[in-house]
C-alpha cells in the first residue's frame, strides 16, 4: 500500500495551494490513501508566535470541515489528520482539546526545544553557537515524553533534530536505541518522513540506521511526504518504501477513527510517484 498520511494545507501559513490540488495530484500519482495533517492551532495550547506557523483557532473547524467535503468527491480514502507540536506541561489541555475532534489520526511532532523552533531557517544561525550534543538530549528527551504522554498516534519526523546537518561530536547511537525502547514501549507508530530528502541534510527522517532500530523490535511504521506544495504529495515515498522493503518492513500502518490498521508495503507503484 503506497500512501502519505503527511499533508498541509495553506492555513499553516507556509504552504500554498488548495486541498483538491493536493488531490488531484495523489489520484494522478497513483496513491491508494492520503491525509491531511495541518498544523494544529497553536493559539489553542497557548503558544502566541510573531510569525504563524499553523492554524488560527477559528480556521479548525473550517479545516475539519473541508475534508470532509473532500472525502465525498475524492476516488481514494482521504483521511482527517492533524499534526500537534507537543509542548511539555501542556498534556493535559492537549488531550482535552484533542478529544473534542474525529481525528483519524494524531501526528506528534516536536519543533520547538525552549523557545528555540529548531525547524526553522530563519533560526538556523543558533546552531552555530549551541551545544550540539546537549541539543540532540534535550530533543530525543522530548520524543520520549511525547511517545509516553499517550496524546499521538505517530511520531512526526523522528530526527528532525539532524535537518540543517549539524551532528554532535559524540556518537548517538545511545539515544536511538533509548527512545526505539520508549517508542515499542508507547506502541506508537513511527513516519518516515521523506521531506528530509528535500532538506538540507538531504536524508529522510528517520535515517536508515534508526529505521533498522525500529523494525528490530517492531515498532510500525507509516509515510508521509510533508507536502506543502501540490506537486510535493508522494515526493519520495517511491524511494521510502525500496528502503523500508530493504530493511525488512512488510507492512505500513494506516488509520481510520483513531485505529490503527497495518496494510501490505506496496512495491509496485506508479512510475510517477518520484524516488
Not at 22 to 40: N, Q, T, V
Not at 82 to 87: G, I, K, N, S, T
Not at 135 to 162: N, P, Q, T
Not at 188 to 215: K, T
Request: net charge negative; proline share 5%; glycine share 6%.
Amino acid at each position: 500500500m503506497m500512501l502519505d498520511y503527511h499533508i498541509h494545507t495553506w492555513r499553516c501559513c507556509h504552504a500554498s495551494g488548495e486541498m483538491r490540488e493536493y488531490l488531484a495530484e495523489a489520484e494522478k500519482k497513483g496513491l491508494a490513501e492520503i491525509g491531511f495533517a495541518d498544523h494544529f492551532p497553536l493559539g489553542m495550547l497557548g503558544v502566541d508566535l510573531d510569525e504563524p506557523v499553523s492554524m488560527q483557532p477559528d480556521e479548525l473547524d473550517e479545516y475539519i470541515a473541508d475534508v470532509h467535503a473532500l472525502q465525498k468527491s475524492a476516488s481514494i480514502p482521504v483521511r482527517l489528520g492533524v499534526e500537534v507540536d507537543y509542548l511539555p506541561g501542556q498534556e493535559e489541555l492537549t488531550a482535552q482539546l484533542l478529544q473534542q475532534y474525529p481525528f483519524d489520526y494524531v501526528i506528534g511532532s516536536i519543533h520547538f526545544v525552549k523557545d528555540w523552533d529548531f525547524t526553522h531557517p530563519d533560526y538556523i544561525k543558533r546552531y552555530e553557537w549551541a551545544d550540539i550534543d546537549k541539543l540532540y538530549e534535550e530533543y530525543f528527551a522530548e520524543v520520549c515524553r511525547m511517545a509516553k504522554s499517550g496524546l499521538f498516534d505517530i511520531v512526526g519526523h523522528l530526527d528532525v533534530v539532524k535537518k540543517f546537518s549539524f551532528f554532535p561530536r559524540k556518537s548517538w547511537d545511545h539515544l536511538v536505541e533509548e527512545t526505539c525502547r520508549i517508542l515499542k514501549e508507547a506502541d506508537i507508530c513511527v513516519e518516515l518522513n521523506s521531506s528530509g530528502w528535500r532538506a538540507p541534510v538531504r536524508e529522510a527522517y528517520p535515517g536508515e540506521a534508526f529505521l533498522a532500530q525500529c523494525q528490530d523490535i517492531g515498532i510500525p511504521v507509516t509515510m508521509g511526504s510533508d507536502a506543502h506544495r501540490p506537486k510535493e504529495v508522494g515526493c519520495g515515498l517511491r524511494r521510502a518504501a525500496l528502503i523500508l522493503d530493504k530493511i525488512g518492513f512488510t507492512e505500513v500502518a494506516s488509520f481510520a477513527g483513531g485505529k490503527r490498521t497495518m496494510r501490505p508495503l506496496e512495491l509496485t507503484v506508479e512510475p510517477n510517484i518520484s524516488l
